[in-house]
């Protein structure tokens, strides 16, 4: 290994989690500031211990206290749980994402190492005191990670070595943390008092008449094509929810999603199922989603098909999704050298909807990386509108509330392969509430009433996980 990677230390497999952690444990010991000579020319170092049998989800439940994140992919096998922080980077810009993940991945650990990130959906736009803990963009390698795949389970801890931060003391100080974490010995913080997230007036379907009226009317002048409107509906359970809790449950019920849960502390976590790609990239082939246009699923074979067919066949959301199509194609084509999509919409159908589907492929030009991918696509006529900046300016007046992490990118990035979904079919848990979000998509020959149904309809895997269902 060339001096300068990530210096990874790979330890004996054992039966299970608690065993592995027992040898993490005794591997860290050993790697104290003493051993500053061996790390000082790695910028982290990488213990990993391969196990029998393991569940993150499970492991992720046993550490309520650190910044917890989870990562599913839909194309990928990968399974991810992270507790803690080793390093990350906050706000723009997103080129030291490319940094970070050059960084981390280096070395021998070139294809182990995984960066989770989130963006806004308007980073443009401050977030309210409902979203504060999220920031803008933040990106950040685990502290401790449990990953399983189609090759097994691994349990690893990451530290940012170097000789700064081993003079610094930054070294010792995440060795001692996952240390206490490993061993259950960070006490959790006093209970925090029920925060409701914002309340709204966006569950009325008169006011949302009225702002899809107003739409339809600028659509009518030519300002815009599309915007996506979205509302909120906050739920106060009677039993306090569980973010893990609510998230197994989507797992079950959302099969075949990019599935992610980001919990920055025990009061508040955002989670959700998506069906969309903003992009997966393997190497330099990058594939992108236009998913737009919904119907429900039909009860029977017969009306399910009807029902597909009538989505097919429909002009609107045809138009609709076309929209998104050219949007992908006329932003990936300054930085793919290959490009390709279909003309003609398939069909993508998940367990309560029907969508349209285009994909669109291409071959990346040599020294294009995540940040450039990012910049170029977020945010999509999928759930901002089209032309961009003017949709962008119009939801900013017309929406209510901060959507925060709702419908921007989230992922998992590698050197060599990165996973990004749009963060739809959503919700955040903070204190005694959950926040459900949901978006549909106005155009020309727009019907309020058909996109509120949509909107519900969208909402309905949290309502019924939450006991409130509503069906449109």
């Known amino acids: 290994m060339a ?11 054992c039966a299970d989690a608690a065993q592995g952690a027992l040898r993490l444990c005794a591997a860290l010991e050993t790697y104290g500031p003493d051993r500053a000579a061996e790390l000082a020319p790695h910028p982290f170092v990488r213990f990993e211990v391969p196990l029998e049998s393991g569940d993150p989800l499970a492991w992720l439940r046993q550490h309520p206290v650190l910044l917890r994140v989870f990562w599913n992919g839909r194309a990928s096998d990968l399974e991810l749980a992270g507790v803690g922080v080793c390093v990350e980077h906050e706000g723009p810009p997103l080129e030291a994402l490319d940094a970070l993940v050059g960084a ?24 309210d005191a409902t979203w504060a803990p999220f920031g803008r963009s933040r990106f950040h390698l685990p502290l401790l990670e449990m990953r399983r795949t189609a090759a097994g389970c691994v349990l690893a801890c990451n530290l940012k070595a170097g000789m700064a931060a081993l003079e610094g003391g930054n070294y010792d100080a995440q060795r001692r943390t996952a240390l206490r974490a490993l061993g259950g ?34 659509i009518a002048d030519g300002g815009i094509e ?16 569980d973010p893990i809790d609510l998230f197994a449950g989507l797992r079950q019920q959302q099969p075949d999603t990019c599935q992610f849960l ?7 976590a955002f989670l959700g199922a998506s069906p969309e790609f903003l992009y997966r990239r393997v190497g330099r082939h990058v594939l992108s989603e236009a998913l737009a246009g919904t119907r429900r699923r039909g009860a029977t074979p017969e009306r399910d098909g009807a ?29 793919c050298g290959h490009l390709d999509a279909p003309a003609e919409p398939d069909l993508r159908s998940v367990p309560m909807m029907h ?5 669109v492929e291409g071959t990346l030009h040599e020294g294009v990386h995540d940040a450039a991918l990012l910049n170029a696509l977020h945010p999509t006529p999928a759930v901002c509108g089209t032309p961009t900046v003017a949709a962008l300016e119009l939801l900013r007046e017309c929406e209510s509330f901060d959507r925060g992490l709702f419908a921007g990118p989230v992922g998992c990035f590698g050197r060599d392969e990165s996973e990004v979904a749009v963060a739809i079919r959503s919700a955040l848990v903070r204190g005694d509430s959950v926040q459900v979000y949901a978006g549909a998509g106005i155009v020309a020959g727009s019907d309020p009433q058909a ?17 409130a269902s509503h069906a449109p």
């Not at 969508?355 to 994909?359: F, G, M």
């Open 3 to 13: 001096p300068g990677g990530t210096r990874t230390v790979r330890l004996d497999p």
């Open 104 to 127: 981390a991945a280096s070395g021998d650990a070139e294809n182990s190492i995984r960066i989770i990130g989130t963006i806004r959906f308007d980073p443009g736009r401050s977030p």
């Open 185 to 218: 010995r960070i006490p959790m913080p006093p209970a925090m008092p029920g925060t409701p997230a914002n309340m709204n007036s966006e569950d009325d379907e008169a006011a949302w008449t009225g702002r899809v009226a107003d739409l339809l009317t600028r």
């Open 226 to 241: 599309k915007a996506v409107l979205s509302r909120a509906v906050t739920h106060i359970p009677d039993v306090a929810v």
């Open 262 to 268: 980001v919990q920055p502390s025990p009061a508040c």
């Open 307 to 335: 029902l597909a067919g009538e989505l097919l066949g429909s002009e609107k959301d045809r138009h609709e999704q076309e929209l998104v199509r050219l949007h992908l194609l006329r932003h990936l084509e300054p930085h």
């Open 355 to 359: 969508h349209l589907l285009t994909t």
């Open 451 to 467: 996109e509120w149904q949509e909107t519900a309809l969208k909402m309905q895997a949290f309502e019924r996980l939450l006991g």
